[in-house]
């Protein structure tokens, strides 16, 4: 396969999968903004949500205040922001045009339609409620990727598309656990510090904090069918992290991603699998009491650093190097 057709292939994949992250995080801040907390609670939260692409100092450029409206405007329509919404489904859209002809008919009009669907959408922006935007980028995300598995050839098209979206959520995931924990240490020094009453507020937005990490990757309910008690960092970190039948865990990404690159190997291909060997044996022989003895905003920094070098790696033996992601 050429690399200009498998680089567009990877990245529709890949920028797809990062809209659909994306309208999760922002419809979990945006519900869970609407929650009684104190305001610097608030605050943090959006703040966080920068942190974890990394587009705080691209925000300030463009705006004065941290705040939900400006948050929700930069990460939605700003299309000087290449992580908005509107720039990922932009982007996957474009990929998937040039690639046509190594797709399915149905596979491209989902992205073309989604595409044309929100030009409508972004000339009412003003009267359009968040949280249906965010919901409806969600869906056509889902509806994208089933049409990718029920109408595809199981071959390498299929292959470089799910490379792309695992190397994706893997990341995302990572992020989020690793921004939220810091967040949940400011709420754990504001319980430790203020006195019973403010404490008691930290305790029940608590809940809500982890609750909105799970459903950020839409993990809430699998959380309660494993463990049917109290919601604990803990156990949502053994979720997320290491947990085999998590479809957005860390080490199922990792074992799926496996087998795909045997199946579009080639005479580069060997340095990948060796770190993704690596990476395998230490999320197999690890658990969770390492982790946090280890410390997980350490731990969470490591694997970031790994499967970015991977991802690395993969775009220099298949695909079309590019200066920006």
Same mark, same amino acid.
């Not at 003003?126 to 071959?155: A, I, Y």
């Not at 921004?179 to 709420?187: G, L, N, S």
């Given at each position: 396969?050429?690399?200009?057709?498998?680089?567009?292939?990877?990245?529709?994949?890949?920028?797809?999968?990062?809209?659909?992250?994306?309208?999760?995080? #922002?419809?979990?801040?945006? $519900?869970?903004?609407?929650?009684?907390?104190?305001?610097?609670? #608030?605050?943090?939260?959006?703040?966080?949500?920068?942190?974890?692409?990394?587009?705080?100092?691209?925000?300030?450029?463009?705006?004065?205040?941290?705040?939900?409206?400006?948050?929700?405007?930069?990460?939605?329509?700003?299309?000087?922001?290449?992580?908005?919404?509107?720039?990922?489904?932009?982007?996957? @859209?474009?990929?998937?045009?040039?690639? @046509?002809?190594?797709?399915?008919?149905?596979?491209?009009?989902? $992205?073309?339609?989604?595409?044309?669907?929100?030009?409508?959408?972004?000339?009412?922006?003003?009267?359009?409620?968040?949280?249906?935007?965010?919901?409806?980028?969600?869906?056509?995300?889902?509806?994208? @990727?089933?049409?990718?598995?029920?109408?595809?050839?199981?071959?390498?098209?299929?292959?470089?598309?799910?490379?792309?979206? #695992?190397?994706?959520?893997?990341?995302?995931?990572?992020?989020?656990?690793?921004?939220?924990?810091?967040?949940?240490?400011?709420?754990?020094?504001?319980?430790?510090?203020?006195?019973?009453?403010?404490?008691?507020?930290?305790?029940?937005?608590?809940?809500?904090?982890?609750?909105? #990490?799970?459903?950020?990757?839409?993990?809430?309910?699998?959380?309660?069918?494993?463990?049917?008690?109290?919601?604990?960092?803990?156990?949502?970190?053994?979720?997320?992290?290491?947990?085999?039948?998590?479809? @957005?865990?860390?080490?199922?990404?990792?074992?799926?991603?496996?087998?795909?690159?045997?199946?579009?190997?080639? $005479?580069?291909?060997?340095?990948?699998?060796?770190?993704?060997?690596?990476?395998?044996?230490?999320?197999?022989?690890?658990?969770?009491?390492?982790?946090?003895?280890?410390?997980?905003?350490?731990?969470?920094?490591?694997?970031?650093?790994?499967?970015?070098?991977?991802?690395?790696?993969?775009?220099?033996?298949?695909?079309?190097?590019?200066?920006?992601?």
């Amino acid at each position: 396969m050429l690399s200009r057709t498998a680089d567009c292939l990877y990245w529709m994949a890949r920028y797809t999968e990062r809209a659909e992250n994306t309208a999760r995080m #922002l419809d979990v801040n945006h $519900q869970t903004s609407l929650l009684p907390q104190p305001a610097e609670f #608030l605050e943090q939260s959006w703040k966080k949500l920068l942190t974890i692409s990394k587009l705080e100092e691209a925000f300030l450029e463009k705006y004065d205040v941290v705040n939900r409206e400006n948050v929700l405007d930069f990460m939605i329509y700003e299309t000087s922001n290449p992580s908005s919404i509107v720039s990922c489904l932009f982007s996957a @859209r474009e990929n998937a045009r040039v690639i @046509r002809g190594r797709i399915t008919s149905e596979a491209w009009e989902t $992205q073309n339609t989604t595409w044309l669907e929100l030009q409508h959408i972004l000339d009412a922006r003003n009267q359009s409620d968040p949280s249906r935007l965010l919901e409806w980028v969600k869906h056509r995300c889902h509806l994208f @990727r089933g049409v990718m598995h029920g109408t595809m050839l199981k071959n390498e098209a299929f292959y470089f598309m799910n490379v792309g979206t #695992l190397l994706e959520r893997a990341d995302n995931t990572a992020r989020i656990l690793e921004t939220k924990y810091e967040v949940q240490a400011d709420i754990t020094t504001l319980n430790t510090n203020n006195d019973s009453k403010e404490g008691a507020e930290g305790n029940f937005f608590d809940f809500y904090h982890w609750a909105a #990490l799970l459903r950020s990757v839409s993990a809430f309910e699998i959380y309660r069918q494993i463990y049917s008690d109290q919601v604990t960092p803990k156990q949502v970190a053994q979720l997320l992290i290491f947990n085999k039948q998590m479809p @957005r865990s860390l080490v199922c990404c990792v074992n799926e991603l496996i087998p795909l690159i045997s199946e579009v190997k080639n $005479q580069q291909s060997k340095e990948i699998e060796r770190l993704l060997g690596k990476l395998k044996a230490s999320l197999d022989y690890s658990d969770i009491d390492e982790v946090f003895t280890q410390g997980l905003e350490e731990f969470i920094e490591e694997f970031l650093e790994r499967i970015n070098h991977i991802a690395d790696e993969f775009s220099n033996a298949y695909l079309i190097p590019l200066a920006v992601a």
